[in-house]
């Protein structure tokens, strides 16, 4: 008996899941499989792309490469035509020089300039003589500007040292001497003298950044302080001329307690330029217009970061390409099947009721660039904007899945939205059956995932969102991040998911409804 109520069991869960799925969904999804993943990612991630990083020649070809895909499949190109979205991305260079008494410092080696502290236009001093100001601090009790008229002055302080700190705080001595209207700063800060090889590499090397609004407005600000930190050889030279060295008057601070500000008789010029140029940066949008008159101007949004790293910067290194097959050519992969599911459906008549715009953006590796642009400068209204899916490392799996590869972590799924999160377990549970792990799925975890990727530049918006990750591997951000290591099976089965989930947001009677603020509060 126990054995027939077995069977009737099975009959029954088995007819209720084929009631569950829709038809079309299944038949348009045998796009996505291991075959074409590869087809995709056997390029994005070649040795050819040098990575792709984000105004590169690997970066254009990327692009190029997804444009002309979704040309093939028919996809619209919804900016005025077009299937880029051009970046306002530039490269900035700081070129710094500071002479002391005559004598050229080496920058990263004796000083470098800070280049927050270096406005549009530069700057440039010439000083006859600075003031030593021990600490930098005034407050009750101790003043080491006690007497000493700052303004039009360059100033020099210790960035450490100060008794009873609990901390090294540099800003408030920057606004002191800010308000008070000193010409330079220079402070003395003991990591110049070895500096890690990271921090000089950035320090030295040319930077892209994205001409947002705020930077926009910043550029029309006037020229601030200018700070520039100094090593020991640096600082002894500019008191030298007053007999004095940085040992003798930091033992004479410690041992008296007390301010010993003086100035010395010095020449120190300095300047600081930041040389700009534009660069070539886009996203990428397919857009495939929904069937429905009345609910097409609704848009689903899925995304990826087509973007990595790019070369080694080591001429020792054998492997000199951060491929970032996994991060994130395997999400961009999973676009592209999608988009050529979706854009299959269609032509066969069973095309989604609202619209999709599938996007690979750029700039995620620089600081989510091309997510913000689009999230300022969007195509689409936001408002008609029901939701993203955002892929990001499909492709592979962590350490704690190691025994078991079918998971996939979600994240953000229910943090504005408790439609979103139960559609997209729903379409999990009738279609795909991968385990999903929610471990990241909350504002406050450490590793700060939700803020990481592409999706957040939505939910920011009020946009509800799913980001879909396989984790963090020993691979991260190496070149050892190949294809060869890629479980296809798992990242065509992972865009399934994502596939599915959007197939039921493209066709479902509503859209998600928002109901919970930014803090995860439940909406009035």
């Known amino acids: 008996m126990k054995k027939h109520l077995l069977y009737a069991g099975m009959v029954l869960t088995m007819a209720c899941t084929a009631t569950a799925q829709n038809k079309d969904a299944v038949k348009f999804s045998k796009t996505i499989n291991s075959e074409t993943a590869y087809k995709h990612l056997s390029v994005l991630a070649s040795d050819e792309y040098e990575g792709r990083e984000t105004g590169t020649k690997g970066g254009w070809m990327a692009a190029d490469y997804?444009?002309?895909?979704?040309k093939e499949?028919?996809?619209?190109?919804?900016?005025s035509g077009d299937y880029f979205q051009p970046i306002d991305m530039v490269t900035t260079k700081l070129s710094q020089v500071l002479t002391i008494n005559g004598q050229p410092a080496e920058a990263m080696k004796d000083f470098y300039i800070a280049p927050q502290s270096v406005g549009a236009e530069g700057f440039a001093f010439n000083a006859n003589s600075i003031i030593f100001a021990g600490y930098g601090v005034n407050k009750e009790g101790y003043n080491d500007f006690e007497g000493k008229d700052i303004t039009g002055k360059v100033v020099m302080i210790l960035r450490t040292g100060e008794p009873n700190a609990t901390r090294n705080n540099l800003a408030p001595k920057i606004k002191y001497l800010t308000e008070h209207k000193a010409a330079a700063i220079l402070v003395i800060d003991p990591m110049v003298d070895a500096m890690p090889a990271d921090l000089k590499n950035y320090l030295s090397s040319t930077q892209l950044t994205m001409k947002t609004k705020e930077e926009k407005q910043q550029a029309k600000v006037p020229q601030g302080t200018p700070v520039i930190n100094v090593g020991t050889t640096a600082a002894n030279l500019i008191l030298a001329p007053g007999n004095v060295t940085l040992d003798a008057l930091q033992k004479q601070l410690k041992s008296t307690g007390?301010?010993?500000?003086?100035e010395i008789g010095v020449t120190v010029t300095a300047s600081g330029k930041k040389d700009e140029a534009k660069v070539r940066a886009e996203n990428v949008l397919g857009y495939l217009e929904g069937s429905d008159p009345k609910l097409k101007?609704?848009?689903l949004v899925v995304t990826a970061h087509y973007d990595h790293i790019g070369l080694v910067n080591d001429p020792e290194a054998k492997d000199k390409v951060n491929?970032?097959?996994d991060d994130d050519g395997s999400g961009t992969t999973g676009v592209l099947m999608m988009a050529e599911a979706f854009s299959k459906a269609k032509k066969a008549g069973k095309g989604p009721k609202r619209s999709i715009l599938f996007m690979t953006v750029t700039g995620?590796?620089?600081g989510l660039y091309g997510s913000e642009w689009y999230s300022e400068n969007p195509i689409f209204p936001l408002e008609n904007t029901i939701a993203d899916l955002n892929i990001d490392m499909i492709g592979r799996g962590d350490k704690?899945?190691?025994?078991?590869?079918?998971f996939v972590y979600i994240i953000?799924?229910?943090m504005l939205s408790t439609d979103l999160d139960r559609i997209g377990k729903k379409a999990n549970k009738d279609y795909v059956n991968i385990n999903l792990d929610e471990r990241y799925n909350n504002r406050t975890d450490p590793n700060r995932f939700y803020y990481r990727s592409d999706h957040y530049n939505f939910a920011k918006h009020g946009i509800p969102v799913i980001f879909y990750f396989n984790g963090v591997h020993d691979d991260y951000h190496q070149p050892g991040d190949e294809v060869s290591k890629i479980d296809f099976p798992m990242l065509a089965k992972r865009a399934q998911l994502v596939y599915f989930t959007a197939w039921e947001l493209a066709n479902g009677a509503t859209r998600p409804k928002v109901d919970k603020n930014d803090d995860g509060t439940p909406k009035n």
Not at 66 to 70: A, G, H, S
Not at 73 to 79: A, E, I, R, Y
């Open 412 to 414: 953000g799924s229910d």
């Open 297 to 299: 101007n609704e848009v």
């Open 258 to 262: 007390k301010p010993v500000t003086r």
């Open 323 to 325: 491929n970032g097959a």
């Open 66 to 70: 997804i444009k002309n895909y979704f």
């Open 73 to 79: 499949l028919g996809l619209k190109g919804p900016v």
């Open 364 to 366: 995620e590796e620089k």
């Open 400 to 406: 704690d899945h190691a025994a078991d590869n079918n």
